[in-house]
Nanobody, 121 residues
Framework: QVQLVESGGGLVQPGGSLRLSCTAS????????MGWYRQAPGKQRELVAT???????NYVDSVKGRFTISRDNAKNTVYLQMNSLKPEDTAVYYC???????????????WGQGTQVTVSS
C-alpha cells in the first residue's frame, strides 16, 4: 500500500509565499515522475508542475517564474515553493506520483488527499 501525504497549505495574502510538501510512504520500489496539480472551484483539475526522477521540470505557463518544484529522493518527498502568489492561485493542490512497487513493477499513479491554498487579503 502506498500513500501520499501533503502539507503546507493555508491562507496567504497576495504577493506572499507558501511551500507545499508531499511525502510518499509504503512498499515503494521506485518513484518515477512526481507532480502537483490544482483544482479551483468550478474548474477542472490542471497540471501545475512536474519533475522527473532525474530532476527535469515542467511548469504551466501561469506559474513560470513564481513556482519551483523540487524533490528529495532520499525522503520520497516532492516540494512546491510558491512565491508572488495571486488570488487566481487559490485552489486545492494535489500531489501526484508514478510509483513502482514489487507487486506493480510497471508503476501506478497515486494521488494525495489535497491541501487548500487560499490567496486573499
Amino acid at each position: 500500500q502506498v500513500q501520499l501525504v501533503e502539507s503546507g497549505g493555508g491562507l496567504v495574502q497576495p504577493g506572499g509565499s507558501l511551500r507545499l510538501s508531499c511525502t510518499a510512504s509504503g512498499s515503494i520500489f521506485r518513484i518515477n515522475d512526481m507532480g502537483w496539480y490544482r483544482q479551483a472551484p468550478g474548474k477542472q483539475r490542471e497540471l501545475v508542475a512536474t519533475i522527473t526522477s532525474g530532476g527535469s521540470t515542467n511548469y504551466v505557463d501561469s506559474v513560470k517564474g513564481r513556482f519551483t518544484i523540487s524533490r528529495d529522493n532520499a525522503k520520497n518527498t516532492v516540494y512546491l515553493q510558491m512565491n508572488s502568489l495571486k488570488p487566481e492561485d487559490t485552489a486545492v493542490y494535489y500531489c501526484n506520483a508514478h510509483i513502482a512497487t514489487l507487486s506493480t513493477p510497471w508503476g501506478t499513479t497515486y494521488w494525495g488527499q489535497g491541501t487548500q491554498v487560499t490567496v486573499s487579503s
